[in-house]
């Protein structure tokens, strides 16, 4: 078959204008193109060209086992919940006997897509308790902000074990339901991590209040014996009296952190301020710094002085 009517045909079905598109169609290299025009094409190397391209084209049940595969779902309805297509879209895949358009491919990654943008906004941020009132109970050393040990109650025993599986953020609140502090626990589940702010020692809580004796001494009216109000520390076990908890997606706790405690810098006992998308400005800083070059400083070079030119001799 003469090789110029081959790929003028080839070019007016595909709609390509360019050597380059031919190329790409049949599987060969710009200037094998222009050579294969020049000539006449045999049957054998039309044969090579149309399995090639067999060989590429995408099967609709292929396609299906191996989103299967990748996604780690067995059936057709999982398989459409992941992707946010319907069964019937593969139901009609299954029917095909050609293979799939890249136009098919194109629209499948799409919609699947917004269905993962769709799972990611669900399931980024979830409540577990709000302002569930504290019930301090000692353990050992330290304070428990409810009582979870066999006989609490269904209530209690069921949240303590879902604040023990769960990554995320906490608050706690005074008295008056004003937030005292935030903190995230990504490391540990939101238990440990609340436990161990409950009862850390820190600097920023404190309260202005009197130190009154606490051994056995004979009580005195302060008009007699009158104390000064001094800075007293307070851990979190003695100010708080509300706490809430909310499961975060780890990607998203630094942010959700800092978005919090920028919120209300005035009202937090937090005394770190957070930056938000600190991975993002961390990676920022890595790149300036890596482009910069530091410059040696060369020593000028010494110029020798010149030397004074002889004096001419008197003719």
């Known amino acids: 078959m003469n ?16 050597n380059q598109q ?17 000539g006449d094409i045999s049957e054998l190397t039309m044969a090579r060209i149309v399995a090639s391209r067999a060989a590429l084209a995408v099967k609709p049940v292929d396609l299906l086992k191996e989103l299967k595969r990748l996604l ?17 879209t593969f139901v009609n895949w299954k029917a095909r006997r050609h293979a799939m358009t890249p136009r098919q491919v194109a629209e499948i990654v ?18 577990i308790i709000e302002f569930f009132p504290i019930e301090r109970k000692l353990r050992k050393k330290s304070y428990a902000v409810f009582n979870s040990e066999p006989g609490a109650g269904k209530m209690r025993l069921g949240l303590s074990a ?3 599986s769960v990554n995320g953020l906490y608050v706690f609140y005074d008295s008056r339901g004003k937030a005292l502090y935030v903190g995230q626990a990504q490391r540990q589940s939101i238990w440990k991590e609340m436990h161990s702010a409950f009862n850390r020692p820190r600097a920023a809580q404190k309260i202005s209040a009197v ?8 009580y005195k009216p302060a008009s007699e014996k009158l104390r000064q109000p001094v800075d007293t520390p307070r851990k979190l076990h003695e100010l708080a009296a ?4 909310y499961e975060v997606a780890e990607p998203l706790l630094d942010d959700f952190e800092a978005l919090l405690i920028r919120a209300f810098p005035n009202d937090l006992l937090n005394f770190k ?35 004074a030119a002889p004096a001419r001799k008197a003719a």
């Open 22 to 38: 031919l190329a790409a169609i049949v599987g060969k290299l710009p200037v094998q193109v222009s050579q294969m025009k020049a």
């Open 273 to 307: 301020m957070e930056k938000i998308g600190r991975s993002l400005a961390m990676n920022a800083e890595r790149k300036a710094d890596a482009g910069k070059s530091v410059r040696k400083k060369t020593p000028a070079k010494k110029t020798a002085p010149r030397k």
């Open 162 to 164: 879902e604040l023990q």
């Open 110 to 127: 799409k919609k699947a897509r917004a269905q993962a943008t769709a799972e990611a906004h669900s399931s980024a941020f979830r409540p």
């Open 3 to 18: 090789g110029q009517i081959f790929f003028s045909e080839l070019a007016r079905i595909t709609k390509s204008t360019s």
């Open 72 to 88: 780690a779902v067995t059936t057709d309805r999982a398989l459409s919940t992941s992707l946010g297509l319907t069964q019937q």
């Open 211 to 218: 130190r009154h004796p606490t051994n056995n001494v004979e």
């Open 242 to 245: 509300y706490f809430s908890a």
